[in-house]
């Protein structure tokens, strides 16, 4: 067994990445957490800046993390591993997938987006994209593939419905299932976010799936006033704090700490969200990581 259709299958790896999947084969058995908080100062003039010219679809905070989260996985490729069948991968593109609420209702329906960057692309092309998308997922009555996929399979009789997953879901598990299944499926994204700040929850952490192939969630709080201690004082600024979730057989805990670093320095040094997502740091922007 070779490459899949989203992943390059990589042979030469060390040992202990390649014991590791016999050991530890399931993904929910290795999930490690974090979270931080980030100062939105900084942010907050970024996005006024953005929305200075009045644009139809405004700039916001949650459009700026999904681009510095696709930034930071394109330019830290252990993050786009995964592993399926106990064997590692490396992610063909850099993809994000969140779902949407369509009303705010109690029996509002859900919709799934799902993005595919480009390693050329920066904070306008992630914003218009997301426009694109969510301005056709918010219509009434919409249903997006994998839902539509779901419901077909609902309106099967059990007897018949039951023995196809199934088969469909042992598809899945050897890597054969067929790429228009799971094209829009969020659990084959490089990342998926929760925006749990849209409805009013503080940060927390999603579970992984033995499905599917994602190796990282985000989930993203409700912006607040938060303390941060400063020259020995303790200053209150305006903070959002990430919950994240990742398998921990990809890499290392130092990889992981340089990434959310990374992650940390765009969301606070927001104009480097209008650079190229694949554009390299500078040797003075590694010094700040190094320093944090």
């Not at 490459?3 to 390059?8: A, C, E, I, V």
């Not at 916001?60 to 696709?70: D, E, F, H, K, R």
Request: hydrophobic share 40%; with cysteine.
């Amino acid at each position: 067994m070779g490459d899949r259709f989203d992943g390059k299958y990589l042979k030469d790896i060390d040992s202990m990445h390649f014991i590791m999947p016999f050991l530890f084969p399931n993904r929910c058995d290795n999930q490690a957490f974090f979270s931080f908080q980030i100062d939105l100062t900084n942010l907050k003039e970024f996005i006024n800046k953005k929305n200075s010219t009045n644009p139809d679809y405004k700039y916001n905070m949650y459009q700026c993390i999904v681009t510095a989260v696709l930034k930071t996985i394109t330019l830290r490729s252990k993050l786009s591993m995964f592993i399926h069948d106990r064997r590692m991968y490396k992610r063909n593109e850099v993809t994000a997938a969140f779902t949407v609420k369509q009303e705010f209702v109690d029996d509002g329906g859900e919709v799934l987006c799902f993005i595919h960057s480009k390693p050329e692309w920066n904070i306008d092309d992630v914003h218009n994209e997301m426009k694109r998308q969510l301005l056709k997922l918010k219509q009434k009555g919409y249903v997006d593939e994998s839902t539509g996929f779901m419901d077909k399979f609902n309106k099967l009789p059990k007897f018949i419905s039951r023995p196809i997953l199934r088969f469909v879901c042992w598809l899945e598990k050897i890597g054969k299932i067929p790429r228009a299944l799971i094209e829009t499926d969020p659990y084959h994204a490089s990342v998926v976010l929760a925006n749990l700040g849209s409805i009013g929850l503080p940060e927390g952490f999603h579970h992984l799936t033995n499905w599917g192939t994602t190796s990282m969630f985000v989930v993203v709080g409700q912006s607040k006033r938060l303390p941060f201690y400063e020259d020995d004082q303790i200053i209150f600024k305006d903070a959002v704090r990430l919950g994240f979730t990742v398998d921990e057989r990809i890499s290392d805990g130092y990889y992981f700490s340089k990434s959310m670093k990374m992650l940390q320095l765009f969301l606070e040094n927001p104009d480097l969200l209008d650079k190229p997502l694949n554009e390299k740091l500078s040797d003075e922007l590694w010094a700040k990581i190094n320093m944090r």
